[in-house]
């Protein structure tokens, strides 16, 4: 069974960066495809970035593409989102996700999901 650990969360102001990582336990295999995203107070979780098990089929939110990276390290079982130019609006708890097939924006689509990690950004 995979479980996902995601690290890296806190408080920052706008304009800064952060950077989220998220460890697998349990050994993914080829195909384990890797996913962020985020849900604010009040609202419904919202799609951030997927990439999947080499590096291709890396998609983003509209929000965020521009200033969010994605990027993962199979030796590592670890995938993680830096994240760049940080409005007051990308406060949410973050939370990464994994499945064995091609990156999917559909978080249906996700068996595995970490326990999240709050990003504050003040203004």
């Known amino acids: 069974q995979v479980q996902l650990v995601e690290s890296g969360g806190g408080l920052v102001q706008a304009g800064g960066s952060l950077r989220l990582s998220c460890a697998a336990s349990?050994?993914?295999?080829?195909?384990?495809?890797r996913a962020w995203f985020r849900q604010a107070p009040g609202k419904e979780r919202e799609f951030v970035a997927a990439t999947s098990w080499n590096g291709d089929g890396t998609v983003y939110g509209g929000s965020v593409k521009g200033r969010f990276a994605i990027s993962r390290d199979n030796s590592r079982d670890s995938v993680y989102l830096q994240m760049n130019s940080l409005k007051p609006e990308d406060t949410a708890v973050y939370y990464c996700?994994?499945?064995?097939?091609?990156?999917?924006?559909?978080?249906?689509?996700?068996?595995?999901w970490g326990q999240g990690t709050q990003v504050t950004v003040s203004s």
């Open positions: 996700a994994g499945r064995y097939g091609v990156s999917s924006s559909r978080e249906e689509q996700y068996q595995y």
């Open positions: 349990g050994r993914t295999s080829t195909g384990f495809a």
